[in-house]
């Protein structure tokens, strides 16, 4: 898998989201600042939200461009089969029959992108799963602790 091509879809859904966030805190501000949110009495707080999420949306923001910093200059890392896995690796895991696709970053996990028909998760080392993902190699079982449920992985691949 061409991990320049994801990073770079990477940097699309950022985009995406970013053009979304800046249109939402700019709609946010306008409705912050408008004559119609001034306070009427001491219980009218609708001025009062709308800053406050204008705010939120301004920091998700600021994230979301920092996020795109860091992928722009991410090094590509390849990974052999026999290597020990670590930040930048692509990793297939098998459970229960599944098998699933992860790409360990330093920062922005939680996001998913359709790939070539698979579904990419990006995981990061302090997520439960990416930790012990840690100097582990093709061929290792991980037990993942979620919730009350353990689960077993079986890594099946990196790259």
Known sequence: MNKRQLIDGILELL???LGQMTRSAQA????????????E?????????A?????AQAKRTSEIQRLIQIFKFFPLVQYKPKDFIGPGALIELEWN????FYFLVPQG??????WNGKAIRLITPQA??????LGRSVG?????ESGSILREYQIIGVS
């Open 128 to 133: 439960p799963l990416g930790e012990a993902l």
């Open 109 to 114: 996990g939680g996001l998913s992108l359709p």
């Open 97 to 100: 029959r599944h098998r699933s």
């Open 15 to 17: 985009a995406q989201e």
């Open 140 to 144: 290792n079982t991980i037990e993942v």
């Open 41 to 49: 009495d001491h219980h009218d707080t609708r001025g009062l939200e």
């Open 28 to 39: 946010a501000y306008e409705e912050a600042t408008h004559a119609e949110s001034q306070a």
């Open 51 to 55: 800053s406050y999420l204008a705010g």
